[in-house]
């Protein structure tokens, strides 16, 4: 399976010049929903619950970011397998790296993990992550977000 995995990101890397447009078409429609879902936020949320719709603060501008910077073409929040790992669940679990070792994914593994993505790459998938020039505030925000929707959620 992981094999797979990794021929799937291979060939992604392959096709690079058609997703690269791609990935800017889906930005573009996503700045617009973004936009679109901030002028309804601000209507009002219930700042009770942790439901990735609902997320409020710096978690909600998290992932908005996400959606914003194209994140969201290789990684999901449902728990699905992308070109990258599912953001679900990922803070506070136990991550597997290539190089054999395993860690926590805290806080500063998630920061170098967004900030320098071929530093530490994760098992059975392939250093094809784009480094992004993100602003430190950009990089809180998207850690806010997945601490939001990781397996401690709620804390
Ligand atoms: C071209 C596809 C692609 C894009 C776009 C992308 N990533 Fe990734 N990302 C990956 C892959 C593949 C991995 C796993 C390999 C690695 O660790 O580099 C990964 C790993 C990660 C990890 C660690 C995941 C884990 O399970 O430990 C985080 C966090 C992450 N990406 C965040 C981001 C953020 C935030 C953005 C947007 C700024 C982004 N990624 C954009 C492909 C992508």
Redesign the pocket.
């Known amino acids: 399976m992981r094999r797979r995995r990794s021929e799937r990101?291979a060939h992604?890397r392959g096709a690079n010049p058609t997703r690269r447009l791609r990935?800017n078409v889906s930005a573009s429609v996503g700045a617009l929903v973004v936009v679109a879902a901030t002028v309804v936020g601000c209507s009002g949320s219930d700042e009770s619950t942790t439901q990735t719709s609902q997320l409020t603060g710096a978690a909600a501008q998290g992932q908005s970011a996400?959606r914003d910077?194209?994140?969201t073409?290789?990684?999901n929040a449902e728990g699905r397998d992308g070109?990258?790992?599912t953001f679900k669940g990922?803070a506070g679990s136990q991550?597997q790296l290539a190089d054999g070792t395993t860690v926590t994914?805290d806080d500063d593994y998630?920061r170098v993990?967004?900030t320098d993505?071929?530093r530490?790459?994760?098992d059975g998938?392939?250093?094809?992550?784009?480094t992004?020039k993100?602003t430190d505030e950009q990089v809180e925000q998207?850690i806010a977000y997945?601490d939001a929707i990781g397996s401690t959620s709620g804390s």
């Open positions: 990101a992604a990935w996400v910077l194209g994140c073409t290789c990684h070109a990258g790992p990922l991550v994914a998630l993990a967004i993505p071929d530490q790459v994760v998938y392939s250093a094809i992550m784009p992004r993100l998207i997945l």
